[in-house]
């Protein structure tokens, strides 16, 4: 929104006007009046046209003062009755500072919330309060802000414990409870209360202004101009590419002009465009709407009066004002909330709070920002009145959803944003059910919005519009409110609270009546479904109200009475759609094994059927908690569990886990890819515990209430597997079956799914009133089960757990007692690996695991054990008991129709399978009958201990044979048969156990007969025989080694007696090797051998570089010169210098002479060649390389017969003195420490040295000063020459060929003597220096001559010697630093407003605002984003980058390419957390920075960047350009 500079032509009239107004003397007048507001607004009404808006250009800088002058100046005046400055700064020194911090979050700035003490999720503290806290020492979660929220710190309902930090720690002496108005004199609240009553209302007047051409009453200028404004305003439905198309269009604006207008445009909400007379404006907006209304709805233009957008302007100014204003005292933010929230003339909503929020989809995005945060720096930070506004907030919610679902903003721009700030405070939450009904309205409202619906009154997503499925999109964020209000459960009940909640719960109830059966699917026969059904906005739905059921539950579940009213209507409300469900079923009598039930025909193969059942699931979820707190055995009078039919309660979860076994079967092909889909979601862990888990306990608690040989039956019959078991010779099926392969294979699918669902009901008792276990026991089992596939990292282990509503899944809390946690290296994740002795819980028909999950999971177990030397076989586990309600479900295992379906498979199996049975099926089989085993086992035990007999006797059921006439042979004795068939190896082992654990189970049930009650009447028998086992496994392993070290001794006597039989042979070779070992102890001390060598030219300077970076390299990562360096960095050394050395020869003699000419000038200088370099300008091993390069091309003209060789040697003498001056003249210490103890040993250096610098000295005047310590001037000599010296023996082993000394393969002390001695000189440098004086002094004198080095006793930086190597920016240890940091980073170019994607450069620091429209720069003809643009001037094209909020770093090369790598911050699990999901605390790992320096120094960033993109091809689609 555009305000524009004051008009430069303005009349001197005004200017003498704005210099002679007094703010005291307005002040004054006003005190007198009697009508104020009339003469405020005749003030504003005069003025604000005056500073505001003069023409289409911003100038702030010169409004704001104008209006702090004309505007605000009286106002203070006014409101403190003497100089604000001072009136201001006492109402500040008498407040008494609030305990709540409410510091208001910037975008991107870091929150931090406590996994264990936060009330919810939402509760967070700013990183000042945070620090300052216990909280500091728990385990935090660590995110960022979107903006717009505050620290809750000080907030007594935010936190279990720890509410204050050390900062907002209250006084004891503090009398807070008192009222802030006290101190005040009753003229200055009357003031205030003026003031604040005109102001605001003129604000909301102002904003909630819908005329385009006349002002609101009172404002009329006195002296109306004719010039108007053409505004554009946002909309979230057109791109920015679209906007600025048409700007350029409309209003003939370069494409710069029109980004900048569409930035302010997304950041503010509005933008003037044009400035000019009506029509000017009007032909503007008639283009713009033109160019945008063909697809989508026109943008939104408006041709305003100047004086309009004036008031406008000012408006927004004066709710700053306010907000400012406030923060002195907290008297005056009550004075303001009181004022907001009084009531108008027109009665009910009618209060200026009310206007705001019921016109806020009306206002544009900067309107709604600023009067957000006055509400929350005001409102919001009062108790009292956040209580009466969040009364009024509730009571015109429904308005204001509605609104919002209007609205195209997204939610954060919306004033229902604000909910979270009152919904998740749990007094306000119960206040708000009990008084104002908001649990009801939410839902009603919500439901109210889902309109489409079929004839049964079920929501319908199919053929859902677009503006349908935005409205959906939208008015989910309803169920975010729900969740709010539910998300703290009560302690305490009242009367009131039980009838609201219920009341809500009823609304809860219809809502889900319209999902019971929705999206129903009817198999597809003969043709492929012609168009994928819409699935995903149902499993959307789904999806969010997960944590909603599981919150309605836990509320249900903390008082019994709320459980048992809301049980009976969930159950009612069941029966009431099942009476809308029957699709013409018939009645149906099924008979087998002596046993006969009345049921509907029924077939999932033919009919209709629904996965989405949630008011089956509920009644589950309450049913469980029944048993879990025991309602159902202490008030059964009270509980219609006489009504229920449990045929009904399984009908539909039957019907849903039919369809996904005859999914899996492969019968539902034809209906596409949306019921996959749909089944994927059903199991998976973001919907199991409201789905999958909920109908498998409704199985459970219907099979407890059945005779189970009914409730078998039933489900054979839903299997459509009835026809193949009931006969009566199912025995023989593979005759009697008919020859489709296909029909063959899916009902042998199918029998497996049913017998995987039969161990499911019998052997999941792992959740909380199914089974006698602790929330924890189930964590832990589900930790287990994914710890037996392989070791996992925290976070994958986080991903298979489901969450509750405060994100949490509990894992913390049981992950030690099972799991031991390994630390990752510099690449890879700490990973979790589970615990040996936690390994016999393993079960491998988990109810969670996937099949591709089960078979890993198998596999690594029976592997396992193999590497124990265990058997291989996976009984099952021992279970906990059954609670009473379903302790009758172990009657499956020894029910007549389970017995006689195992029976029929295990003589199907007799035969080798031609396709009538499968390996799983007998599997599940035999694991049934394990569980029926471990069960009597424990039945057993239990009975002993309680002296009670036990009516479980499954060894005398699978004992007994068939009756007559068939006389089928029983279970035992099918399975004796089996264990000897050749056909069943996998099983053997199996069989075996079963067999062994029955003759266990026998000898145990004959000692209690017989021998009294005994305490291990179980164990005893089982562990004698494991006892037995484990002795004859140790007797093996003990004749295992015997015989290794028998055949060992066998060998080492044979290879001797061959030595001695062969010791001249033995002799000889040794002899053999002498010449060459003494060879090598000779060649230790070799030195360069420089014979003659065919020299050339070369690329020199990347040799230089390579050879140079090589030895840095070396040194950085502490490895010996030699014998480290990989091959291929070897090899390309090698390579270049013998390519180097080829490359002079082709160029022209002359050229080359010349260039040698010119380069030796610069140490011998030469009168013909002008502009010789200072010795402190060259770079000295560049200069050696140079030189011996390119000497053979002068070697021709010499005719001193000097070889090449020693020529090579000449000049490597010379380049080390010269180093070794530039090394006394730049590299000295500012301060140099106590003289040290030589002992001798290098008295000689240190005179020598001294000697040379008092010469240099000499020559040089004072630019040096006077240093007396030798030792210190020759340590600065070697430790500066050091690099040098290794990158020319690395240069010249290469050129020569000539070995290095042993001393350099390693790290040691000697490496200084080894390094001289290698290049062919004295360990005393200094000699070269002495001996050669006469030469070497008028050199000296040369160089010391020259005028450039005066520079001594200038200011200017010297290189210093050795050079340091480059390094990447120092990082902060902990992220939030860097977060923090990135907070406060404002984009450069747009005017404060706060960068979406900062991003780090690794390389000098900057800070970039990437990935925006606003950093764009032009480079080479192109746009290119910041990133890229700083890469050429900072990396010359290469660049490392932190992209701060996603934590990821970032790897650019040129302008196309780039890649994505880990970042070097790792949480406590040794993991990244790239995009800052999960919220642990991220520290830095310096061996992971280190890597990523390595790369860089290296110049690898391209390299890696091109293995990043061939392994991931989505990466070569980014536009890099654009970062």
Known sequence: MAAAETDRDAPSALCSEFLNFSAKDTAAKWLQVSNLPKEVYQHLACYVPKIYCLGPNLNPQNEDLLAQLLLQGPLEWYLCGEEP????????????????????????????????????????????????????????????????????????????????????????????????????????????????????????DMLTWDKEDELP?????????????????????????????????????????????????????????????????????????????????????????????????????????????????????????????????????????????????????????VYHQLFMSSLLMDPKYKKLFAIQFARNYECLQSDYVKDDHDREFSVTDLSVQMFTVPSLARMLITDEN????????????????????????????????????????????????????????????????????????????????????VRQVGQHIEMEPEWEAAFTL???????????????????????????????????????????????????????????????????????????????????????????????????????????????????????????????????????????????????????????????????????????????????????????????????????????????????????????????????????????????????????????????????????????????????????????????????????????????????????????????????????????????????????????????LQCDVLLGILGAVLQWAMEPSGGHWSESMLQRVLHLIGMGLVEEQQHLISSAEDHNDTNFNFTLKISRPGEAPANTASILALLETLQNA???????????????????????????????????????????????????????????????????????????HFINENKELFQQSLEDLDPSTSSTLEHRYTRVNLTPFSHAGLNKTSYIIMSFVTERLLVDEEKPLFGSLPCRQDDCLSSLTRFGSACWTVSCHTTVQNHFIRLLAALVPDPRVENTPCILDVDMFHLLVSLVLSYPAVLCLDSSGLSADAAQLHFLHLITVAHVVQILLTSLPEEVRMEQETGGAEREEEESVCLLYNTLRSLLGRGLREVSSGWHLWHCVKAGILPYLRAAALFFHYLSGAPAPPELH?????????????????????????????????????????????????????????????????????????????????????????????????VCGAMLCSQSYCCQTELEGEDVGACTAHTFTCGAGVGIFLRVRESQVLFLAGKTKGCFYAPPYLDDYGETDQGLRRGNPLHLCHERYRKIQKLWRQHSITEEIGHAQEANQTLVGIDWQHL
């Not at 360990?1323 to 050669?1332: A, D, I, T």
Request: charged share 25%; glycine share 6%; net charge positive.
């Open 85 to 204: 400055s001072v009136g201001l700064s006492k109402l500040e020194q008498s407040n008494q500072p609030s305990q709540l911090c409410g510091h208001v979050f910037k975008v991107g700035e870091p929150t931090y919330s406590c996994r264990e003490c936060a009330a919810d999720p939402t509760c967070v503290l700013c990183m000042q309060c945070f620090l300052g806290s216990v909280h500091k020492e728990h385990r935090y979660r660590m995110t960022t802000s979107g903006g717009g929220g505050f620290c809750d710190c000080g907030d007594t309902e935010a936190w279990k414990k720890g509410p204050y930090c050390q900062k907002h720690e209250p006084n004891i002496s503090d009398s807070s409870q008192k009222d802030p108005l006290a101190n005040l004199s009753a003229e200055m609240i009357a003031r205030t209360y003026n003031v604040f009553s005109i102001i605001l209302k003129y604000a909301v």
């Open 217 to 369: 009453e009172g404002l009329e200028p006195p002296a109306r101009g004719d010039m108007y404004y053409c505004m554009l305003f946002n909309d979230e439905v057109h791109t920015y590419e679209q906007v600025i198309y048409t700007l350029q269009k409309a209003v003939n604006c370069t494409q710069k002009e029109a980004v900048s207008f569409a930035t302010t445009v997304d950041r503010d909400g509005r933008k003037s465009v044009r400035f000019g007379d009506f029509q000017f404006c009007e032909q503007a907006k008639s283009v713009i709407v033109r160019n945008t209304s063909r697809q989508t709805k026109p943008l939104r233009v408006q041709v305003m009066h100047s004086s309009i957008v004036a008031h406008q302007c000012f408006a927004l100014k004066s709710l700053n004002w306010l907000g400012q204003i406030i923060r002195y005292s907290d008297a005056l933010r009550r004075i303001l909330c009181q004022v907001g929230l009084q009531r108008g003339p027109e009665g009910e909503n009618s209060s200026l709070v009310d206007r705001l929020m019921l016109c806020d989809s009306k206002m544009w995005k900067g309107a709604r920002n």
């Open 438 to 521: 908001l649990m009801t309205t939410i839902i009603r409202t919500f439901v109210d919005h889902l309109r489409h619906r079929d004839l049964q009154g079920r929501f319908q997503f199919e053929r859902y519009t677009a503006q349908q499925a935005f409205k959906f999109r939208r008015v989910q964020s309803l169920i975010g409110d729900l969740k709010y209000v539910l998300i703290s459960r009560p302690t305490e009940w009242t009367d009131q609270l039980r009838e609201k909640y219920l009341e809500g719960f009823d609304a809860f109830l219809e809502l889900l009546k319209c999902m019971q059966g929705m999206d129903p699917v």
């Open 542 to 892: 789904q999806m969010k109200l997960t944590h909603i059921i599981s919150m309605m539950q836990e509320w249900c579940a903390s008082d019994e009475r709320v459980l048992i009213e809301a049980y009976k209507k969930s159950l009612s409300a069941l029966t009431h759609c099942h009476s809308g469900f029957t699709d013409g079923e018939q009645p149906i009598t099924l008979s087998m094994c002596g046993h006969s039930v009345d049921t509907i025909r029924y077939c999932v193969s033919q009919e209709k059927v629904s996965i989405h059942l949630p008011v089956s699931r509920l009644l589950a979820g309450l049913h469980a908690l029944l048993s879990k707190i025991e309602v159902a055995y202490r008030f059964p009078e009270q509980l219609p569990l006489s009504e229920l039919s449990p045929p009904m309660l399984i009908e539909h979860p039957l019907r849903c886990l039919v369809l996904c076994a005859q999914v899996h079967a492969g019968m539902w092909r034809r209906n596409g890819f949306s019921l996959v889909n749909q089944i994927y979601y059903y199991h998976n862990v973001k919907c199991r515990v409201e789905m999958f888990d909920k109908d498998l306990i409704m199985l459970q608690a219907g099979a407890s209430m059945m005779d189970p040989n009914h409730f078998l039956m039933i489900m054979l019959s839903r299997f459509e597997l009835y026809h193949i078991f009931s006969s009566a010779d199912c025995r023989k099926r593979y005759s009697r079956e008919n020859a489709n392969k296909d029909v063959v294979q899916q009902n042998n699918t199918l029998i497996e799914e049913m017998l995987h669902l039969i161990i499911m009901i019998v052997g999941e008792r792992y959740t909380a009133g199914v089974g006698q276990v602790e929330n924890t026991d189930e964590i832990r089992r589900e930790i287990v089960h994914q710890l037996c596939i392989r070791p996992m990292a925290h976070s994958e282990l986080v991903k298979a757990l489901p969450e509750n509503e405060n994100k949490e899944t509990g894992m913390e809390r049981v992950i030690d007692s099972v799991a031991l946690f390994k630390k990752p290296g510099v690449t890879g994740r700490g990973l979790y690996k589970l615990r040996p002795e936690c390994a016999k819980m393993f079960n491998l028909y988990f109810h969670h695991y996937s099949r591709a999950d089960q078979s890993k999971a198998e596999e690594a177990q029976r592997k396992l054990k193999r590497q124990n030397g265990e058997d291989s076989v996976l009984p099952p586990p021992v279970l906990p008991r059954f609670c009473p309600l379903f302790a009758s479900l172990v009657n499956i």
């Open 982 to 1056: 050749p056909h069943l190896e996998v099983h053997k082992d199996m069989i075996r156990w079963i067999l062994k654990t029955v003759s266990n189970i026998k000898t145990t049930r004959e000692c209690t007969a017989s021998a009294p009650p005994s305490d291990s009447s179980g164990h005893s028998q089982e562990e004698t025989v494991r006892d037995k086992e484990k002795a004859e496994r140790k007797r093996k392993a003990e004749m295992a080694r015997l015989r290794r070290e028998k055949i060992m001794a066998q060998m080492s006597e044979m290879q001797r």
């Open 1306 to 1402: 390693a790290l040691g002390a000697g490496e200084w003597e080894a390094l001289c001695g290698y290049l062919c000189l004295p360990s005393n440098l200094l000699q070269l220096y002495f001996n050669n004086l006469d030469i070497m002094e008028p050199l000296l004198q040369g160089w010391c001559s020259h005028p450039a080095l005066q520079a001594l006793q200038s200011s200017v930086t010297l290189i210093r010697f050795p050079r340091e190597s480059n390094h990447l920016i120092d990082l902060p240890g902990d992220y939030s630093a860097l977060i923090n940091q990135a907070s406060s980073f404002t984009c450069p170019k747009s005017g404060g407003d706060k960068s979406r994607v900062p991003t780090l450069c690794l």
